[in-house]
């Protein structure tokens, strides 16, 4: 696997990233200008998924045209089995389908051979087909769902690791992937070790402010904080 | 909790409406000449969700405006915050999210302290975020999902206790919410009183039907009845 | 049941389609060049609902004109009653509801007289409606979901036994329908002999090749086959 | 031109409905309990085209199967061909598209022998194709707009003179259809004579508020009048 | 006109913007970071429309409830007609109709009502209806096209001089609103200063990159400036 | 301009495909089995529009992301005017803008140098902005219309002449594209040969049919050919 563009993350950064839930990357992120990195329409294919860390290794489809969007081009050089086979350890793959709802863009054999080369989810934006052999594979995903219909049935691969959109935001091979129950997360490269640095502290934050609205505290002052809740933060930090 | 529009319904019709489907509700409106009624995308965030009646209150947001819709913002006097610490209790929160999908109008520290106020509901035409914690306060939630961003990210909270739309239904505070695994529906003030007279007596005759159906009676004469089986009916009833 | 123009499946077709999946079926339709033969919309209302297979019963709605689309025309000659009447036993009702998901088109009493009358599934592009009450009736529902409004909130009855649109494909009475975890696929009746003879070969070769796959192969030359896979196939399947 | 369903207009109806603008035809109709009369998507193709009127002649379509919808399928007995032969002098042609925008229903050929066969109108949900050749003919049209695809690329054509759903209203064969700058109306056959009595009043009121606004009349009291501004037009209407 | 929150704008800075596209707004606002400023749907009725501004006089309609939503309601002290007797001059009606597009927020005589109280503009993200006779009025309107059926077909008016949503954009009344041949856009009150000043030398600027793009100059470094460019406009600058 | 994968089309060539229209262009390519050559959403921008015919130079953008879709980057290498001066004359520009209706692709700066580097035309499923700047550069373009807004508020540019969708349709480099009054159709190279060969026989046999029904014929028989038309019409071209 020398030649993708895709670098493992630290095991160490997998380890921060499990903890903290994509509601929290997602309001870090909107107080560093992005508000755009929640996939739309990926969604857990099983319920009650575990969340899962990965870098993005991304595949590319455009429509179908029917001369080109068939079942031999499965065969061809530039296909969904060779991406496949180029995916390094640890990926996450990022699926654009551009919103295609009736055509799945992989099944139960794809998704057995991601597993067996290490992938560690999968979302797309549209949706994968044959549910009950996909579920089988326990390949996490992240979806619209399932539909019968091949990918041939709408779409056409064009390529991988290209920067591509995927339910509305922009993925580039490498940004790190966060998906749990509410759904998938682009953390671009450049923002990763911010947000490793910040996103504990802000999860550990939000735990003591649900236990303070359990113990009765109103929500003015307390969240956003003001001076005197933060002392008293401040102070069972120092403790805790 | 002087100055809310919304008053407490009293508990006899609290207890009647529990007792009635919003399929059979929406059925008596419409005979009634309301056909608008149900709240689009408001469906049951947790499987089996059980039926809850209440008031509504209503939170009303418009699109998101980068200098406004900030996490300061959740400071200021006119907040989600503060709006939660303006509900009476027993009241079914009703938010305008005007359909948006990406942005969760409400998380986990937000929903914990409706709980604490004694809120029995919330409905949305949008999204929750962070579903593990919301699903853990405990507070029944009708909703298009969930997504993790937050309000601020498509959103700007404008006022409470408004008329509002909610997933295409006009909704004033004080109208009644009755929410099922059918979603949520608005029984207008002003109909109230009809509604806990006529609702008991078509739940009542609706499963006599069933039950006649699983006898093996045929549909038509049957549903609508035609004289004869009314007289059936009747007769049933009678002994009842 | 004399005037209909459904014919009863075979035992021998149902049993060999009760063992193909929707994801097979749409793959060999496509090859045959129809691309176009699944119900978008058409999901499995309880989860994990087994796979069904029968010939399509057409519905037909239009939109709702509040002077026809009344409770009272539930009584009518042409009404959704008397179609249910009309059904063959075996039969598998796709009702047209062009997509209209704010009003459902039966609910629970509509749905036990159809498991009366031996209907083995129903489809639509809409919902359902007294969510409730129709899982109760185990009769295995396809729709977009569920909700409480009556059909004649925003849908008139005009027939049955028609060719119709149900989710963006065209049904005609006595097509074969086949529907599981993956949604619903019609057969066109033409099609139906050439679909028995070639699904179970279908379906073993990609067992097979899953099998594989989890056997390490690579997909390259596995899927779809290469000579040299296709000879290790054939000599597999002459053993087995 | 026997056996259509469909029997012309008399000449002093449709005279009178040319001086009704569609506006306010669907106020009368919503008075009347019809909210539901106005043909979505159906706008005029040529800028400033004039209001026409004529009985509703309906062609419906259901979703392309690519075995069916074929160049081929143009000669069949059942075809568009078939159709506009039957349709009757002075008929508006009224198609169900479903919507679909991305194949036109008509091109310049058909739409040239409607002309021929007297129709005076074309109404659709869909597009029309060819439009340089369709504005040639003079037919006038309200549709979304053209596209270059024929029908069978998007479209089967499944019969004519039934019940219909054209953007989202229903529409009966006999019904009248005025069509105008704001789009296409559907008067049901039931509803013609009460139309035909109140709508002339309508108008001549409505002028009458226009003039005074222009005036200077203030809206309150004006429009809805109140007994002061009634008297004012009453004392106007018998001098005129 | 007392008691409106709208001001007038000064006659110099409605000079200034008269001269200043909304594409330069849109540009000059996004580098401020706001992106989201541009009301969708809002396009120009009539072609060729010129250029409008005026302070933002704001109307918020939620769905159509049958008993509310009436034409009794239009003589309701909470009315559009109310409403516009609190325009101030020089206003421009911003309308809040949730992209209804099939019912109009306003037809003719409401609109030369409009005209007499001195309103500079229209913009809707839903339709006007009765579309000879608006533009007959001469208001200047952007908005999605028109409609025949009146508001209360799919709307209920609930006020006034409130922050409301208008195209997926928020509008504060009092925000300032250009409209030109490419929509409408919000100048938020507190970013109208930098507007005024900075907005004029962009459209100056602009003006001689195409000027030097008609004499054949290529695009990189022309467009952004790069330093030699930016020299060489300065000296052009000095001497113009 | 030695390296771009698009070769310019023969004058031959581009003769014949100006005299075919894009609805016969899509009736021909059905017949060879492709549905899915036009391009949904672009439309002409100025009414009466010319036929234009080239071969497609492709721009691709994908979804905005704050930190990369700036001013800023319009200087980049990897920007619109970098692609734009790698534009070979005679190239129709085809832009994938996923559909983006509110963020204009290009300017009036952007399509005036395209018109300086012999671009034939632009079609995007997208909009342009600033409209009346474009529409003075002449360069004829078809899009969902125009919006304010820069591209940077939608939309991050990531490449050319790369293979892309565009409204629905796959785009490969090469491709020729004839766009008219009915938009915008995409011939695959590979199958041009065989369609200047057919086309304008087509196009003679459209303009008799329309002659015929003209004069009085009847569809059926006409249109499609029977054998006794097709003989009138052989012996018609002989003469001709």
Same mark, same amino acid.
């Given at each position: ?91 996450? &793959?990022?699926? %654009?389908?551009?919103? !295609?709802?009736? *055509?799945?863009?992989? /099944?139960? @054999? +794809? ?67 966060? &998906?749990?129950? %509410?759904?998938?997360? !682009?953390?671009? *490269?450049?923002?990763? /070790?911010? @947000? +490793? ?44």
């Amino acid at each position: 696997m020398t030649d993708t563009k895709v670098t493992p993350l630290d095991a160490a950064a997998i380890e921060v990233l499990k903890t903290i839930t994509t509601a929290t990357l997602t309001t870090i992120l909107l107080k560093k200008g992005l508000r755009n990195v929640w996939i739309r329409g990926g969604m857990p294919l099983r319920p009650g998924q575990e969340r899962v860390v990965g870098p993005a290794f991304t595949f590319r489809f455009v429509p179908a045209r029917e001369d080109l969007a068939t079942p031999a081009s499965w065969g061809s050089p530039i296909s969904t089995r060779a991406a496949i086979e180029a995916m390094p350890e640890g990926a996450f &793959a990022v699926i %654009d389908a551009m919103g !295609v709802a009736d *055509a799945g863009v992989f /099944g139960d @054999i +794809l998704c057995a051979r991601m597993v067996k080369r290490g992938a560690v989810g999968l979302v797309t934006d549209g949706v994968v087909r044959d549910l009950d052999g996909v579920l089988g594979t326990n390949l996490p995903v992240w979806s619209r769902g399932a539909a019968a219909p091949p990918s041939v049935a709408g779409l056409t691969f064009v390529g991988w690791e290209e920067t591509i959109g995927c339910g509305g935001v922009c993925v580039i091979p490498g940004d790190t992937i966060v &998906a749990d129950k %509410d759904g998938a997360v !682009v953390i671009p *490269a450049a923002y990763l /070790g911010e @947000i +490793l640095e910040e996103a504990p502290e802000q999860e550990r934050l939000e735990g003591w402010i649900v236990n303070e609205v359990e113990n009765g505290e109103k929500l003015p002052g307390l969240y956003p904080m003001n001076e005197a809740t933060r002392a008293r933060y401040d102070a069972w930090r120092k403790d805790a």
